[in-house]
């Protein structure tokens, strides 16, 4: 479904003065919804819808979906696309080369929830479900946890696509409603952590001990960036990974990706190009 300028301006304003709240009254911080994936197969067992947040509070070099990372709303313009129009209205609904893209919309949880249940037939024929991604969820930990039970209220299968950059309240809520995790460890070294997603690694060691101790299910993603995390950062994020008790059935190496570089162009990001292939 596309969206004109004004209609995006005018839900969003609505969507502001009529925020999601938690038990004891107070404002939860609640994201903007990037994308919907559905029939995903890479997301978690079976077949899978996910859900992608707005908002990240790692700066990831070689980030995949830039636009993800600030919370807001943004334009995009995909020159190579653009014909450069007189008469442009910036409306990404009329823009006939689709030059533009709007990241970032409002979803009540009562709409995510509709939307996944449209292909709850085949998530029970194989063994699928949801699976919650972005940017982070977990930096809207509150709001993803109403969200997560809600879907398994109705009866969906829960993923949670993390980098666990979170604090410990936001893992014991999650706990209960998440029936696979499936973090990131993005590097082992600390020093080249904190230089490639600008925060350190020590509060994603901290909740994937957690996440052990509490025996959740889960899948690691070690993603390999040639020239970052590649050489002896591979076998020193499995061998961390094995002894805190994660078995090497349940870590994958993730080969590294630059086909975001279009995405950065045209969000403006130049100086923040991920590295090449």
Known sequence: MRITRKEFMASAAAFAVS?????????LKTPLMLDT???????GPGIRTTFFVKGCPLKCIWCHNPESIKSEAQWARFQHLC?????????????????????????????IVAKALEDKPFYDESGGGVTLSG????????????????FKAAGLHTCLDTSLYAPPAAIDAMLPVTDMWLPDYKADD?????????????????????????????????LVVPGCTDGEEVSARHAYLKSIGIPEASIVDLKYYDYARSKYLALGMKDTMPPNR
């Open 190 to 222: 600390d020093s080249l952590h904190v230089k490639y997603t600008g925060v350190s690694n020590k509060i994603v060691r901290r909740n994937l001990e957690r996440l052990v101790a509490a025996k959740a299910k889960m899948e690691v993603r070690c």
């Open 19 to 27: 925020p999601m709240l938690a038990e004891d009254g107070r404002k």
């Open 37 to 43: 994936k559905r029939m995903a197969i890479w997301d």
């Open 135 to 150: 940017g982070e969820p977990l930096f809207f930990w509150e709001w993803a946890a109403g969200l997560f039970k809600a």
């Open 83 to 111: 014909k450069h129009h007189e008469k442009c209205t910036m409306d990404e609904s009329t823009c006939p080369t689709r030059a533009l893209k709007l990241y970032g919309k409002p979803m009540t949880i009562d709409d």
